[in-house]
């Protein structure tokens, strides 16, 4: 893109910005509410990449909040039936094949999720990033052609968390996240995120395509793509119960 172009796009996105004198901390929160609402229903699949091979699981979610998640997985057969359940700050997973309910504990947080460059965490998004962190703005960046907040987030000192930094960047018209990368307690760089396939869901402008790749292995990746999401939903918290997670379908 053009000097000139470069400018206008600035200009435009100053002139169109309704986020004037609102703090890192809140951008995060507005974009961050954009992807969870009150609460949510998805249907998504995850396509783990390997040099060699590749893989595919469809799942279904259910959150409420950031306290409340439920995933279940519809396929492959082999893990057909199998659910994670959050609960504030604990997670069960639910194995039907050997009739199971194992709980995870913290320290299993920064693990692989079923194989994929996600982690635990990731997936049923124990830790807050509004909450457990601080952030600070870092330059703008202009993310293909979209001007974008660039948020620093440092966990706070008594926060559980599995990452030493996270560097978000965020689209500044619609507040979309476009790009995350998540660093270790040293700061070198562990995985990127990707956001993209920007869709209307309902009355939100969101990205349905993510892409998480880790830094030491670039030619490993894994790849989110929701097929259905809703908000707003009416769902109680004795959904989130370790007996309709053995049940639900």
Not at 127 to 137: A, E, G, L, R
Not at 199 to 228: C, F, S, W
Request: neutral net charge; aromatic residues 8%.
């Amino acid at each position: 893109m053009n000097r000139k172009r470069i400018i206008g796009v600035l200009l435009l996105t100053l002139l169109a910005s309704t986020s004037w004198g609102q703090t890192a901390k809140e951008i995060i929160k507005m974009a961050d509410d954009k992807m969870q609402g009150e609460s949510n229903k998805a249907v998504m699949k995850m396509t783990i990449v390997r040099p060699d091979w590749k893989r595919e699981v469809t799942m279904k979610s259910w959150s409420l909040g950031r306290s409340y998640s439920l995933i279940l997985i519809t396929a492959p057969a082999r893990d057909k039936g199998s659910a994670f359940l959050k609960r504030t700050n604990e997670m069960w997973n639910w194995q039907p094949s050997i009739d199971r309910v194992v709980k995870l504990p913290p320290s299993m947080m920064l693990q692989s999720w079923m194989g994929s460059d996600f982690t635990n965490d990731d997936l049923v998004k124990e830790s807050s990033i509004v909450n457990d962190y601080t952030q600070t703005f870092g330059a703008d960046t202009v993310i293909n052609d979209m001007v974008c907040y660039k948020i620093n987030m440092i966990p706070n000192e008594e926060a559980a968390v599995v990452w030493g930094k996270v560097v978000v960047y965020i689209e500044k018209e619609n507040l979309i996240q476009l790009l995350i990368k998540y660093y270790d307690e040293d700061e070198f760089l562990i995985n990127t995120m990707v956001l993209s396939n920007i869709k209307k869901v309902g009355n939100r402008t969101l990205p349905t395509h993510l892409e998480m790749t880790p830094a030491d292995e670039p030619q490993n990746k894994t790849i989110i793509d929701y097929i259905e999401w809703e908000f707003d939903l009416d769902i109680k918290e004795s959904f989130f119960s370790l007996q309709n997670m053995k049940r639900i379908r």
